[in-house]
């Protein structure tokens, strides 16, 4: 069995010397294989899904590995993270938009609640101005016939 030992950056080292890691699609690193089937690729090596004979079909032969080809897929792993985290930006600034379209409608709303309280208290007000006008009058003419 090969083991593997961190070196950083997604790069590590085998016991046969590779200097390669590789995720596969399960997001799992993929170990270093070599073929056992009698073929023309009998005791090649390649990188391939942990999971098989249930893999996800990752597979890379490790002949055919260069750094750039490693650097190429890092650039497109980070832009795919990009584009999702671009994806989900708009999305949250969607949201945003929506939660203020609705702050402002309730605000509109209670404005004219608020209208409709203040136009009532004013009736109400002048009602309470007028009856007292009117005791005052009635007060008066009490007062003026005695």
Not at 90 to 95: F, N, R
């Amino acid at each position: 069995m090969v083991t593997q030992m961190s070196m950083g950056s997604g790069s590590s080292v085998d016991s046969r010397g590779s200097r390669h890691q590789f995720r596969c699609h399960c997001n799992k690193v993929a170990p270093l294989r070599t073929v056992k089937v009698r073929g023309p690729n009998h005791g090649r090596r390649f990188y391939g899904c942990i999971n098989y004979p249930d893999h996800c079909g990752f597979m890379r032969w490790e002949d055919e590995v260069t750094d750039f080809q490693d650097l190429q897929l890092r650039v497109l792993e980070k832009d795919t993270i990009i584009s999702e985290l671009e994806y989900e930006k708009e999305e949250l600034h969607q949201i945003v938009k929506k939660l203020k379209g609705r702050k402002d409608i309730v605000l509109e709303d209670e404005m004219k609640e608020l209208k409709f309280e203040v136009a009532r208290l004013r009736t109400e007000m002048t009602n309470y101005l007028k009856a007292f006008f009117v005791c005052m009058v009635v007060i008066v003419v009490v007062l003026i016939g005695k």
